[in-house]
C-alpha cells in the first residue's frame, strides 16, 4: 500500500507563486511515475503535470505550460509542483498520484494511489 500525503497548499493572489509537495511511502520510490491533477468544484478531475520514475520525462497540461513546474527528490521520497504565475482558474483541490511504473500517464484511471488532496485558492 502506498501513501500519499500533500502539503502546501492555501491562498494567494493572482500573480503569486505556491510549491506543493507530496511526501510517499512507496519503497523503492523509483517504481512509480508521479501525477499532480486538480479538481474544480464542479468540475471533472484534470491532469496537470506527470514526471517519470527517474525524473527524465515529464509533461504538462497546456493550460498550466510554462507556469507549473514538477520535479522529485527520490533520495527523499518526494515530489514537488512549484506553480508561478497563478491565476483564478487554478482554484482547486490538488492531488498527488503514483502508478507502478516507469513512465507518465494522463489519465487519472491510470494511477493506483492518491493522497486526500490540498486545497488552491487563488483570488483575483
Known amino acids: 500500500q502506498v501513501q500519499l500525503v500533500e502539503s502546501g497548499g492555501g491562498l494567494v493572489q493572482a500573480g503569486g507563486s505556491l510549491r506543493l509537495s507530496c511526501a510517499a511511502s512507496a519503497r523503492p520510490f523509483s517504481s512509480y511515475a508521479m501525477g499532480w491533477f486538480r479538481q474544480a468544484p464542479g468540475k471533472e478531475r484534470e491532469f496537470v503535470a506527470g514526471?517519470?520514475?527517474?525524473?527524465?520525462?515529464?509533461d504538462y497540461a497546456d493550460s498550466v505550460k510554462g507556469r507549473f513546474t514538477i520535479s522529485r527528490d527520490n533520495a527523499k521520497n518526494l515530489v514537488y509542483l512549484q506553480m508561478n504565475g497563478l491565476k483564478p482558474e487554478d482554484t482547486a483541490v490538488y492531488y498527488c498520484?503514483?502508478?507502478?511504473?516507469?513512465?507518465?500517464?494522463?489519465?487519472?484511471?491510470?494511477?493506483?494511489?492518491w493522497g486526500q488532496g490540498t486545497q488552491v485558492t487563488v483570488s483575483s
Open positions: 498520484a503514483a502508478r507502478f511504473g516507469a513512465n507518465l500517464r494522463l489519465l487519472p484511471r491510470e494511477y493506483g494511489y
Open positions: 514526471i517519470s520514475y527517474n525524473g527524465g520525462s515529464t
